[in-house]
């Protein structure tokens, strides 16, 4: 059974660089097939798709979010994280990591989050 | 504003039938595939309904999806007052540079 867990700072001061790290065990990053993503909820608020990521470096962004966002991934310790730069408040969330399933057909794209990580709240204030 | 439009809120009594609109347009929906998520308070959201109307192992037959042009719809068969949670539709975008999009959430109340 594949699990995910985030890690990092629960307190980030605006202006700085929100950082986090999705450890993954039961299963390998490695695996063809499979993006690994970020998304966000806002207290209160919808869901939010950040970011994915392939095991070899290929992503998407969120054009919203795109010039802020660095995603990148560590085969080597089964762990792939998340960089927010310039935060303000408007970036306080809970922010989870997921397990894409992900391929391109004639149907169209086919991208679905089936494991999650249970979320991290991140604050964003001085 | 979220790109998929969805009912902020519907609500029906335990072992009747719910249906959740999305709403999109061609350039997501329209030509792509759509997911669905439960999300329980307090809780991470959980997968219900991939690829229009699949269901992952373990999720009831009670869920089902279905899609149709820019639209799709989550239906819920007899409902228990475990099913009250928020739902979520999401699908890819392919507007500029290709990405995923979710709708605004529906919370359904099982009175």
């Known amino acids: 059974q594949l699990q995910l867990q985030e890690s990092g700072p629960g307190l980030v001061k605006p202006s700085e660089t929100l950082s986090l790290t999705c450890t993954v065990s039961?299963?390998?990053?490695?695996?063809?097939?499979?993006?690994w993503g970020w998304i966000r909820q806002p207290p209160g608020k919808g869901l939010e798709w950040i970011g994915s990521i392939y095991y070899s470096g290929s992503t998407y962004y969120n054009p919203s979010l795109k010039s802020r966002v660095t995603i990148s991934v560590d085969t080597s310790k089964n762990q792939f994280s998340l960089k927010l730069s310039s935060v303000t408040a408007a970036d306080t969330a809970v922010y989870y990591c997921?397990?894409?399933?992900?391929?391109?057909?004639?149907?169209?794209?086919?991208?679905?989050?089936?494991?999650w990580g249970q979320g991290t709240l991140v604050t964003v204030s001085s | 504003q979220s790109v998929l439009t969805q009912p902020p809120s519907v609500s029906a009594a335990p072992g009747q039938k719910v249906t959740i609109s999305c709403s999109g347009s061609?350039?997501?929906?329209?030509?792509?595939?759509v997911s669905w998520y439960q999300q329980l308070p307090g809780t991470a959201p959980k997968l219900l309904i991939y690829?229009?109307?699949k269901r992952p192992s373990g999720i009831p037959d009670r869920f089902s999806g279905s899609k149709s042009g820019t639209s799709a719809t989550l239906g819920i068969t007899g409902l228990q007052t475990g099913d009250e949670a928020d739902y979520y539709c999401g699908t890819w975008d392919s507007s500029l540079s290709a990405h995923v999009v979710f709708g605004g959430g529906t919370k359904l109340t099982v009175l």
């Open positions: 061609s350039s997501n929906i329209g030509n792509n595939y």
């Open positions: 039961g299963g390998s990053i490695s695996s063809s097939s499979y993006y």
């Open positions: 997921a397990h894409m399933g992900y391929m391109i057909t004639f149907g169209g794209r086919n991208g679905y989050f089936d494991y």
């Open positions: 690829e229009n109307n």
